[in-house]
């Protein structure tokens, strides 16, 4: 009779302990604020520095209030170490998941679930790596979650896109017609760059033979449907090279240095930008490069960059260039 007591009371505390484990798992969203501290070397085009992105994590996935606050979350994200980040607002990303460095998606891998799902309203998405896909489905038919988890292709609720659509502009467009053509949200004929990343180098060849100098310009441009990159990233290496041997060469002194750069996007815009070079000894050193008019990591492709850096160097030689030059990216 104990035995059956006993039994009857830990099948009760089990039943009990799944029901506490339910109403945990669908508990109130927990909300989460992130400020733009304007420590990196990339600016947002619109907001400030101070500004403020507030989001919520619930159910396992990230829930944004619109797509503005989308953005400025991600460039909020650019300060930020990615791991501790979410492990301070306890979520679990597709970066994680994967644990590699080079996961092609890490710039936006962060802000999805391990489903690949964000929520931003008024729409969920559900983003595809292998296949390209974008999947977005409307608040409104929320129940349907697990058909866009699952990619149920027998649902018409959810709408299909591929990585190289504005699918913002698109998804607005459908609000006033079923029809969804991409035609009518291209801006210009020039074709859009897809996912990939390339460089190009330079070497000196007609400075002094007191130095050597390399430059390397890398692009590197990612399109996810919902949210699009362009980057360029600068190495430059300058040694003092009189009387030493071969790869033993000493860091240049450096009195002062400019790098003036301009990239031209799709549809002709043309920007540019000079950075200063800090003065001492000359390291191998990278920047990612941002025009003075507005940030680099825009929401078009670059047709090409070129890049000049000027030196004024110490023991005294005619002041030094190098000009680096990035064809049809």
């Known amino acids: 009779m104990n035995s059956t007591k006993l039994l009857t009371l ?19 969203p927990q909300s989460h604020t992130l400020t733009i501290k304007g420590s990196s070397n990339l600016s947002h085009p619109n907001a400030a520095v101070g500004s403020m992105v507030q989001f919520q994590v619930w159910e396992g996935r990230l829930i944004l209030n619109n797509a503005e606050d989308f953005s400025l979350l991600m460039w909020a994200l650019e300060e930020q170490n990615l791991p501790a980040w979410e492990t301070s607002i306890g979520f679990k990303s597709l ?7 080079d996961l092609k998606e ?11 799902l964000i929520q931003i309203n008024p729409y969920l998405f559900k983003l595809d790596f292998e296949q390209q896909k974008v999947y ?9 979650l697990e058909d866009l988890r699952a990619v149920n292709p027998s649902n018409s609720l959810i709408k299909i896109f591929d990585f190289e659509d504005d699918v913002w ?24 760059s897809k996912n990939k990343q390339v460089q190009t180098e330079a070497a000196s ?22 949210w699009e990159t362009v980057k360029a990233y600068y190495a430059n290496k300058l040694y003092h090279v009189i009387g030493q041997n071969n790869n033993h060469y000493t860091n240049a002194n450096l009195i002062e240095g400019r790098i003036y750069y301009h990239f031209n996007e799709r549809c002709g815009s043309t920007y540019y930008g000079t950075l200063t070079l800090a003065p001492g000894q000359y390291k191998l050193r990278t920047y990612i490069l941002r025009s003075n008019k507005k940030p680099l990591e825009r929401n078009k492709s670059i047709i090409n960059m070129f890049v000049s850096t000027s030196y004024v160097i110490s023991p005294a030689e005619p002041i030094q260039h190098l000009n680096t030059k990035l064809n049809n990216f």
């Open 95 to 101: 970066r994680a998941r994967h644990k590699s460095k």
């Open 169 to 192: 502009a698109l998804l607005k467009e459908s609000k006033t017609s079923e029809n969804i053509t991409e035609s009518t949200t291209k801006k210009c004929s020039e074709p859009k």
């Open 10 to 28: 830990v099948l009760i505390l089990t039943i009990l302990v799944s029901s506490c484990e339910k109403e945990t798992n669908f508990s109130s």
């Open 205 to 226: 060849c007609v400075c002094t033979p007191y130095y050597w100098q390399v430059s390397t310009i890398s692009l590197r441009y990612n399109r996810f449907g919902i």
């Open 136 to 144: 977005v489905l409307s608040l409104e038919y929320i129940q349907h």
């Open 106 to 116: 890490h710039e936006i891998s962060s802000v999805l679930n391990k489903d690949g």
